[in-house]
């Protein structure tokens, strides 16, 4: 009480904060007149002036006031559109690192202009973070005129840009780019063998628009770069076929976290059903043997019952495209990881593509985290306040609106059944049409717009339907949902990036209606003619009660909700939203409590009769809330996992730039090479033990398998002093006088070069392995806790342990490697080009659904040729014309069909065994 109190005299600690900003925006606006009174030439010249201040020691704070005076001055002359107040302090709050939730229509892109600028003269760079490509370009192009004519420069990165290009938009001083496109180009600059083929620059400041969308709801999902494996197609099909023979009673389902488990009466059917298909190597399901096809079996199982057609997923072209949870959008390119994608492809008959190995990966909270500062702004964000302070550090702070809302929250109206309340709704909308209030509708899939959509057709109501089969008018769609009587259903709101305009919007219709007509006279009374009738019916609309929004049902988070809603209503428009519920929605049948049902059902509820209550919509909230604080454990869970491999990451990934940075890594690999030897006689000559307890044949074989060495160990045996360190100072000797005669075989620049390049390729290998090692790892953890340990910390102890013989595996193979290459080539050698990366597919792995948000084109497409030369030294290197130069395994009798010994993942045929063939065509 006393609280309740407090906040209605003093105010909310937001709103104290918010007040407090007044200051400097008090300042500002002092500024407003000086800069007015500016050329173009001198406001331009305004950023060359900081700059120098900047470098007599002023901080970025000390040149705020003026730096956002600027900007909305250059606003104002380019774009014609002025900052209001509110819009400054959300400018001072993304430039302090804090996220600001502004209202959708309050103009969040131009709020970012602010705190872009002052932190991009710096020249650090300053990464704008979009949610799609479109947005990307767009604000780059739009936003970019601001920049442009401050003298900052703009890059933009977007799929399908060369190096070159990527290069050139991470050295500009503002990049506009999606999260995915950052985060890959991250990733595949630590795959790269040198320096100058990096993109990125070091880490400064990033803006993420939508950092809720960004930051929390993709953040259960990691990025990853992967590499086919090999062709499983029967597999899937066999088993496919098995599954859709299984009695329901076989298995039991869990809607909530889209899991499936078969039961024992199933583990006894499903096994013999296998047993007689020839798919199993040993009787029993649970052998080790049997892995592979007992994961496949999970796989197929969950894509027949769990997901379905036209909700998360559609057919299109012969091809499965994902569905957008969020956002209601195909998402071309994108696959579900662990066979999930393959077993749906199986399910629905169309072509079945190879799965993936992992190469790299990092999550959204690790690769964010990474940026000294990080800011962001979005509509909603206050419900997730704790998660952002939690991962991220980041504080909300709620933005006031410029001018208070108008628009009218209505309750919820609850129906017995989906008929009733889909008749209930069609009704609503058919009665706001009539009056001539435009309607945008709110569903969570495509099955559930299509349905609405026949109801409005028997109402005789014409509408627009913006879902993932109509992604190609979508902004069109969008742009004109405001117009007087316009009805528009659409899968989700969220991210649209177009606003609603009340009357419509007059860009779209000149674009759409006057396309064909030339410049000139005409076309300009044209043009005023459609602006002047866009204002006339603006004024229709606000007399009718502005846009309606209309939700056929709760959506698991809050936001999407909220999201929703805020369509309606910017800039004091008038506006009304209601959303209408039934027991059938999956919200409150999979989350609600078990007493809403057995209370509802009991009730005297008539068909087609609706009620309202606020312990109705607790009761929904608290579902809501329910769904939220499991999602956000499996995000933290995702990002528990991540940190332990993150530090290993760190230690790899610094360890590859260092490799780079140095003209020579020779003292590395002499110290390599002792350590090996040194492992392999202790190994054979445990410390503590005596001479009779020796393997020294094993220690024999090991010289000669792993150094091709032959070595007199048995004739060392017989001398008065035998000590293991002897053993060590010969081989050693012996090792060094042979690396000496190679090397002087070789200009000195091309054996750095070798070195070099086996280092990091035996790393990348290495690393590659161990990723798919800890996937598995963490795959099965979980099975320790029924022995009442903690997962995550067993989780910790074997990824460590898997660590260090990871290190010492690399040691050993780059010691091997070296010491076996045999060098035929003429004097003298030029330094040979280093390989290029192949276009890697890209993947974006959702823990709990499977789904793959990569949004990178090189996903839609399977191109094993592209692997052939991924990690190849430079004697494997494609020379000019695109030939191989050498084979370094010619004469060890390699298998044409055996994986290459350089470790690329391709058959030794199709890579350093393809002599005078063409290189692979990235």
Avoid at 86 to 100: F, K, P, S, W
Avoid at 492 to 511: K, V
Avoid at 549 to 573: K, M, P, W
Wanted: hydrophobic share 35%; net charge negative; proline share 4%.
């Amino acid at each position: 009480m006393f609280q309740t109190i407090a906040k209605s005299i003093f105010g909310s600690s937001n709103q104290r904060y918010v007040k407090s900003l007044g200051k400097i925006v008090a300042q500002i606006n002092s500024l407003e007149p000086q800069l007015q009174a500016l050329s173009d030439e001198e406001l331009s010249a305004q950023t060359d002036k900081f700059r120098q201040q900047l470098a007599g020691g002023k901080k970025l704070d000390d040149i705020l006031p003026e730096a956002f005076a600027t900007v909305r001055e250059a606003s104002v002359r380019v774009l014609g559109m002025r900052h209001f107040d509110v819009q400054l302090i959300g400018g001072i709050v993304l430039h302090r690192g804090e996220i600001a939730e502004m209202r959708t229509g309050e103009g969040k892109t131009l709020v970012a202009t602010l705190a872009t600028y002052l932190n991009a003269i710096e020249g650090k760079g300053v990464h704008v973070v979009t949610v799609n490509d479109y947005l990307a370009r767009r604000d780059a192009e739009w936003m970019g005129q601001i920049y442009r004519f401050l003298g900052l420069s703009v890059g933009v990165i977007v799929p399908n840009l060369d190096e070159q290009q990527r290069r050139e938009a991470y050295g500009s001083d503002i990049t506009y780019g999606t999260n995915n496109e950052f985060g890959f180009d991250y990733l595949r600059d630590n795959m790269k063998h040198d320096r100058s083929q990096m993109v990125h620059r070091p880490f400064n400041h990033a803006i993420v628009d939508e950092v809720d969308s960004i930051l929390i709801d993709e953040a259960r999902t990691p990025l990853i770069i992967s590499g086919p494996t090999e062709d499983k197609q029967d597999l899937y099909i066999s088993i496919d076929e098995i599954v859709k023979q299984v009695d329901p009673s076989f298995y039991e389902a869990d809607e909530k976290t889209k899991n499936i488990s078969w039961t024992e009466e199933g583990t006894d059917a499903i096994e013999r059903m296998l047993d007689e298909a020839g798919l199993l190597q040993t009787p029993n399901l649970y052998d080790v043997e049997n892995t592979q096809v007992v994961h496949h079996l999970d796989q197929a199982l969950k894509a027949n019952v769990m997901f379905k057609r036209d909700i998360d997923y559609i057919v299109k072209d012969d091809k499965i495209i994902i569905i957008d949870e969020f956002t209601g959008r195909m998402m071309e390119g994108r696959r579900w990881s662990n066979g999930l994608h393959q077993a749906v492809e199986a399910k629905e008959g169309v072509k079945i593509e190879p799965e993936n190995q992992t190469m790299a990966s990092i999550t959204f909270q690790n690769y964010f985290r990474m940026y000294p500062k990080l800011s962001g702004m979005t509509g909603t964000a206050a419900t997730e306040a704790s998660e952002f302070w939690d991962i991220y550090k980041m504080n909300v702070v709620e933005i006031p609106t410029n001018v208070p809302v108008q628009r009218i929250d209505e309750d919820d109206q609850f129906y017995k059944d989906t008929q009733d309340k889909f008749k209930a709704i069609a009704k609503a909308i058919k009665e706001k049409n009539d009056i001539g209030q435009p309607v945008l509708v709110g569903t969570v899939s495509i099955e559930k717009s299509e349905l609405l959509s026949s109801f409005l057709k028997k109402e005789g109501v014409e509408h627009e339907v913006l879902n993932a089969r109509f992604h190609e008018r979508e902004a069109h769609i969008v742009a004109q949902a405001g117009r007087l009587g316009a009805v528009t259903i659409a899968t989700n709101m969220a991210g649209r990036g177009t606003d609603i305009q009340l009357g419509g919007n007059a860009e779209f219709r000149i674009e759409d209606e006057l396309r064909t007509m030339p410049d000139g006279p005409d076309r300009d009374a044209a043009v005023e003619r459609i602006k002047a009738e866009v204002a006339a019916e603006r004024q229709k609309v606000k007399d009718a009660g502005g846009l309606f929004v209309l939700g056929t049902e709760r959506h698991e988070s809050r936001r999407i909700d909220n999201q929703l809603r805020g369509r309606s209503g910017r800039q004091g428009d008038p506006g009304l939203s209601r959303f209408y519920l039934c027991l059938e929605d999956d919200l409150l049948r999979i989350f609600g409590p078990d007493t809403l049902f057995s209370k509802m059902m009991n009730s005297t509820l008539e068909d087609g009769e609706a009620i309202g209550s606020k312990w109705l919509s607790k009761a929904i909230e608290t579902a809501q809330k329910k769904v939220e604080g499991r999602n956000y454990e499996v995000r933290k869970q995702v990002v528990e996992y991540d940190n332990v491999m993150n530090d290993q990451r760190k230690v790899i990934y610094e360890q590859r730039s260092e490799i780079m940075d140095a003209e020579s890594v020779s003292e590395t690999v002499v110290d390599m090479r002792r350590e090996t030897v040194a492992t392999i006689v202790t190994a054979a000559c445990p410390p503590g033990s005596y001479p009779e307890q020796w393997d020294i044949d094993g220690l024999k074989q090991q010289l000669e398998e792993k150094l091709g060495l032959t070595m007199p160990v048995d004739a060392w045996m017989q001398e008065d002093q035998v000590e293991p360190d002897l053993f060590e100072e010969r081989i050693n000797a012996e090792l060094d006088t042979r690396m000496d005669a190679k090397i002087e075989k070789l200009d000195p620049s091309l054996w750095r070069s070798i070195e070099k390049s086996v280092l990091l390729r035996r790393l990348d290998h290495h690393w590659k392995e161990h990723l798919a090692t800890l996937d598995a790892l963490r795959q099965v953890i979980w099975l320790r806790g029924l022995a009442q340990k903690q997962p995550i910390n067993e989780y910790k102890q074997e990824a460590f342990i898997l660590f260090e013989r990871m290190i010492e595996s690399m040691r050993e193979d780059v010691t091997s490697e070296l010491a076996k290459l045999d060098f035929r080539l003429p004097e003298p050698q030029p330094r040979m080009a280093l390989p290029d990366l192949p276009a890697f597919l890209t993947g974006h792995i959702d823990p709990l659904t499977g789904l793959d948000n990569s949004d990178d084109g090189d996903g839609s497409e399977r191109r094993p040729e592209l692997f052939g030369a991924l990690a190849g030294s430079p004697m494997a290197a494609a020379g000019p014309g695109g030939a191989f130069v050498e084979d370094l395994y010619a004469g060890q009798n390699v298998s044409r069909n055996a994986p290459c010994p350089c470790g690329s993942g391709s058959k030794y045929k199709h890579c350093h065994g393809a002599v005078g063939q063409k290189a692979p065509a990235a």
